[in-house]
C-alpha cells in the first residue's frame, strides 16, 4: 500500500517536517520505494516534484527537505507499486486542468475494474488503476458543471463521486482544486490540527523535533493529514470511513 500527505494552513506554511517523515518511509523506514511525488499550491497554480527512485535516496526530495517551500495546501505520495510498472508516469499526485484551475489528486488503494469505466476528455498518461480514476472523477465534475462550482455543491459532487469509486477497493484519496483539500477514506487516514498554543513534536520514523511555538504565530492554524501518525507526542485522529473531509484554512470543515 501507498502512503498519503496532506497539508492544509490558513497561511503559507513550510512542510518539510511532515515531508521528512513521509520520505523516509519511501524506502528507509517503510517500503514504499516505487517513486514518491509531492505537490505545492500556489494560488491557482500547483508546484509538482516527482521521481520514480525512492524518496529515502532521492535527491530532489533531499534537495525539498533543505528548501523552505511554503503553500497553504500540499498533497505527497510515496508509491508500492502494484499495478503499472516503476515509471515517472506512473508516480502521484496527478495533476489535470478542469474549468481553469489544477486539480491534484493522490490515491492509496486498489480499485477492481475501473479500467472498464468509460472515459472522454481526459485520458491517462501512465497505466495505474490510480490515474484512470482520476481521469473518470475529473471528466464527470466537467460533465456535470460548466464551471468552478461554489465549495459547497463541489463538496457534495465530490463526495457521491468518492463512493461511487470507493465501491471498487480500498479508496483513500486526497484531492485538491487550490481552495480545499479533501480527503476520503475507506480504510486509515489520521489528521491532526495543530493551532495556540503550539507544542513540541518528534517525528516516528527520524530522530527529528521541532517546537512549533518557535515558528509560528498565534494566529496559525494547521491541519496535517498522512496514512499513519508522523509523531509519536501528539494526539492523532482517524477520518470517518466512507465521507468526504474537508479542510479549509486549517479547519476540518
Known amino acids: 500500500m501507498c502512503e498519503l500527505l496532506g497539508m492544509n494552513a490558513n497561511v503559507p506554511t513550510d512542510i518539510r517536517f511532515s515531508f521528512a517523515a513521509l520520505a523516509r518511509r519511501g524506502g528507509g523506514t517503510g517500503p514504499h520505494r516505487d517513486g514518491w511525488g509531492i505537490a505545492f499550491y500556489e494560488g491557482r497554480g500547483a508546484r509538482t516534484f516527482h521521481d520514480p527512485q525512492p524518496s529515502a535516496h532521492s535527491e530532489i526530495a533531499r534537495l525539498l527537505r533543505d528548501y523552505p ?3 497553504e495546501i500540499v498533497i505527497a505520495h510515496v508509491r508500492r507499486a502494484n499495478r503499472g510498472k516503476v515509471a515517472l508516469e506512473n ?3 496527478f ?3 478542469i474549468w481553469g484551475r489544477a486539480f491534484t489528486f493522490a490515491h492509496n488503494g486498489q480499485l477492481k475494474g475501473v479500467k472498464k469505466w468509460p ?12 490515474e484512470h480514476a482520476f481521469c473518470w472523477l475529473a471528466g464527470q465534475l466537467r460533465e456535470r458543471f460548466a464551471s468552478l462550482p461554489a465549495p459547497a455543491v463541489l463538496d457534495r459532487a465530490l463526495e457521491a463521486l468518492c463512493l461511487e469509486l470507493a465501491r471498487l477497493g480500498v479508496f ?3 484531492l485538491s482544486e487550490g481552495r480545499s483539500l479533501y480527503a476520503f477514506c475507506t480504510k ?3 489528521y491532526i490540527v495543530r493551532k495556540a498554543p503550539f507544542g513540541v513534536a518528534t517525528l516516528v520514523d527520524e530522530d527529528l523535533r521541532i517546537d512549533f ?3 509560528t504565530t498565534p494566529d496559525d492554524r494547521v491541519a496535517v493529514i498522512a496514512s499513519n501518525p508522523l509523531t509519536r507526542d501528539e494526539v492523532w485522529s482517524q477520518l470517518p470511513l466512507g465521507r468526504l473531509s474537508v479542510f ?3 479547519v476540518l470543515v
Open 213 to 215: 511555538s518557535q515558528v
Open 95 to 97: 495533476t489535470r486542468e
Open 188 to 190: 486509515t487516514l489520521f
Open 248 to 250: 479549509r484554512g486549517g
Open 119 to 130: 472515459l472522454g476528455l481526459y485520458q491517462p498518461i501512465g497505466a495505474t488503476d490510480s
Open 69 to 71: 517551500l511554503k503553500s
Open 91 to 93: 508516480t502521484h499526485p
Open 172 to 174: 483513500n484519496v486526497l
